[in-house]
């Protein structure tokens, strides 16, 4: 028909409604309820309803950021440790996950802060009661609070403690080592040898199968029966409250090469060979902490000096000791 414009494609007819609407350019809807592309494009949704605040549209709402604990009248000081170091350690405890600890960050900083200021300027004082330590960065000396979970029955992600440890190579390495933990209800300061390298616990044995007085000497000494063995009254009675205190690692039984009737055999079962005192929580906030913790130090500076002569002798000390093995 005269006026009538129609196309043809693919051999069917089409009139010009079509042509409009295409050009004009129409949405394609397509039903996707129920299926799985419906699944797959709720979790993709670029934003969700939260809490409704009422502000209505082109307002927001500001979240103010967490500030670390309002430290009172006590300062900060570095010769000691802050009580609200000890109230972070206490609420870690009690809520020792990664959210809680993420939500609580200014506090951990603050109180990690603290920490380290105290090992850093607790250094320079070991250092004058034990010229063999030197004064090594503090990430040398203190201990991650992240716990190491991989084979572990504990699932929890953090210690509830801080830790520092002081060796002629600071917290690793084959030396005797001072350490200080700072747990709320649980401090301590000790010194030794934790799990020495079989090699090194090979030496010790040895020592004290053929110089036994050495150890015992040591251990037998004024000041750590006193301080470390709670005023133990001999030397015997030492020695029973140090093999007492090393006893959880213990072996049930003699260490190869060695007789069941040796008369050092409880030494010679040892496996860990650290002396300890407790602390409180006081004693680690006290204006006067430091010194009080060093002058336990140089009781237990002998000791540490005895294993090192074992474990790393100086060529020196290899010397003058040679000729006073026993030859019994």
């Known amino acids: 028909m005269k006026g009538s414009k129609t196309k043809k494609k693919n051999g069917l007819q089409q009139g010009p409604g079509k042509d409009k609407r295409k050009k004009q350019g129409t949405k394609k809807v397509y039903d996707i309820s129920g299926s799985d592309s419906e699944v797959s494009l709720k979790d993709k949704e670029l934003w969700k309803e939260g809490v409704k605040t009422g502000l209505g549209p082109g307002k927001g709402v500001f979240i103010k950021k967490p500030k670390a604990r309002d430290p009172g009248t006590v300062p900060y000081l570095d010769q000691t440790l802050h009580p609200n170091t000890f109230l972070f350690l206490k609420d870690l405890a009690a809520h020792n996950?990664?959210?809680?600890l993420k939500a609580h960050d200014p506090?951990?900083?603050?109180?990690?802060?603290?920490?380290?200021?105290?090992?850093?300027s607790f250094t320079e004082k070991i250092s004058e009661v034990d010229s063999t330590i030197p004064e090594l960065p503090v990430k040398d000396l203190v201990f991650r609070i992240h716990r190491d979970i991989r084979f572990s029955k504990n699932p929890t992600p953090y210690k509830t403690h801080f830790s520092a440890a002081w060796s002629r190579t600071g917290k690793k390495g084959p030396y005797a080592a001072y350490y200080v933990h700072c747990q709320p209800g649980s401090c301590f300061v000790g010194s030794g040898l934790w799990h020495p390298e079989a090699d090194k616990l090979a030496l010790i044995r040895e020592d004290i199968d053929?110089?036994?007085?050495?150890?015992?000497?040591?251990?037998?000494?004024?000041?750590?029966?006193?301080?470390i063995f709670g005023g133990a009254p001999n030397q015997k009675v030492a020695v029973e409250a140090f093999v007492n205190h090393n006893q959880e690692s213990a072996l049930k039984?003699?260490?190869?090469?060695?007789?069941?009737d040796n008369e050092n055999i409880?030494?010679?079962?040892?496996?860990?060979?650290?002396i300890g005192r407790s602390l409180t929580d006081e004693e680690l906030m006290r204006p006067n902490a430091q010194e009080n913790v060093a002058t336990l130090i140089g009781i237990m500076e002998p000791f540490v000096t005895y294993?090192?002569?074992?474990?790393?002798?100086?060529?020196?000390?290899?010397e003058r000791t040679s000729g006073s093995e026993s030859t019994d």
């Open 307 to 318: 294993l090192n002569s074992i474990v790393m002798p100086d060529p020196e000390h290899l």
């Open 253 to 260: 039984t003699k260490p190869k090469g060695y007789n069941l």
């Open 97 to 100: 996950e990664r959210a809680w």
């Open 210 to 227: 053929r110089n036994s007085h050495r150890l015992i000497a040591v251990l037998g000494e004024e000041a750590i029966r006193r301080e």
């Open 266 to 274: 409880q030494l010679l079962r040892l496996r860990s060979f650290t």
């Open 107 to 120: 506090d951990y900083r603050t109180s990690k802060k603290d920490w380290e200021s105290f090992v850093e």
